[in-house]
C-alpha cells in the first residue's frame, strides 16, 4: 500500500496546504480589491451632490439593489423591455434640468387692433434664447383669441472634463497642494442649465 505511504502523505499534506494557501491569498486579495471599490463607490456618491458627477462599480446583487430601492422606474422600463441585469455591463444617467425666468414681451398691438376692427389675424410668436425656441402664433378668429404653439426647441451640449489633481495639505500652517496625493476629479460644462451625470459599471 505504497499509495498510503507515510512520504506521500507528506506529499499529499503539502499539496492540500500550498492551496489552501493559494486559495486564502486570492480571497483575501479579492476583499480588499472589493472593498477599495466598495470605499471609492462611497466616495463618490459622497461628492455626487457638489460635482453633480459620479461613477461606480456594482456588482450583480448591489445593481439589483440600486434599481429596487433607488431607480423603480429603471427596473421597471428593463423588465418591460425584457433587459436581464446580468445582462448589462453599463449604465449611464444623465439628468438635465433647465429654468429659463427672464422676462420678454411681444408687441400685440395688432391683434389688438383686428379684434377693435373684427377682423381675424393671425401674428406670429418667437421666443428665443441661446438654450430654447419656442415658436407660435397669437390668433384673433371668430371671436376667439388663442396662443398656439407650433414648435419648441431645447439644445445644450455637456462636457464632462476628468482630470487628476493633488489633495491640499498643511505644511507649516500653510495649506498647499505640492507633493499632495493625486486624486480623479471631474468637471462638467453646460451650455444650458445643470447636468447630474451618474454611471454605473457592472462588476465581474
Known amino acids: 500500500m505504497a499509495f498510503f505511504s507515510?512520504?506521500?502523505?507528506?506529499?499529499?499534506?503539502i499539496v492540500i496546504a500550498i492551496i489552501g494557501v493559494v486559495w486564502y491569498y486570492k480571497d483575501a486579495e479579492k476583499a480588499k480589491a472589493d472593498l477599495k471599490v466598495q470605499?471609492?463607490?462611497?466616495e463618490m456618491i459622497r461628492k455626487y451632490d457638489s460635482l453633480k458627477y459620479a461613477s461606480v462599480t456594482y456588482?450583480?446583487?448591489?445593481?439589483?439593489?440600486?434599481?429596487?430601492?433607488?431607480r423603480q422606474d429603471l427596473q421597471q422600463f428593463l423588465k418591460q423591455n425584457k433587459v436581464s441585469t446580468k445582462k448589462i455591463e453599463q449604465i449611464i444617467t444623465q439628468k438635465l434640468e433647465y429654468?429659463?425666468?427672464?422676462?420678454?414681451?411681444?408687441?400685440?398691438?395688432p391683434?389688438?387692433?383686428?379684434?377693435n376692427q373684427n377682423k381675424a389675424v393671425r401674428v406670429p410668436v418667437i421666443d428665443s434664447t441661446q438654450c430654447l425656441v419656442?415658436?407660435?402664433?397669437?390668433?384673433?378668429?371668430?371671436?376667439?383669441?388663442?396662443l398656439d404653439i407650433t414648435e419648441?426647441?431645447?439644445?445644450?451640449?455637456?462636457d464632462v472634463i476628468s482630470y487628476w489633481e493633488r489633495n491640499q495639505w498643511n505644511f507649516l500652517g500653510i495649506k498647499t497642494r505640492l507633493f499632495g496625493r493625486k486624486k480623479a476629479t471631474v468637471i462638467i460644462k453646460d451650455d444650458c442649465g445643470n447636468t447630474e451625470t451618474f454611471v454605473i459599471d457592472k462588476r465581474k
Open 59 to 70: 456588482d450583480k446583487a448591489e445593481l439589483e439593489e440600486y434599481l429596487k430601492y433607488q
Open 134 to 146: 419656442v415658436k407660435g402664433f397669437v390668433v384673433f378668429e371668430n371671436d376667439t383669441l388663442s
Open 99 to 109: 429654468l429659463d425666468n427672464i422676462e420678454r414681451s411681444t408687441d400685440l398691438q
Open 111 to 115: 391683434v389688438l387692433d383686428a379684434i
Open 39 to 42: 470605499e471609492t463607490n462611497a
Open 6 to 13: 507515510f512520504n506521500n502523505l507528506k506529499i499529499y499534506v
Open 152 to 158: 419648441r426647441k431645447f439644445k445644450n451640449r455637456t
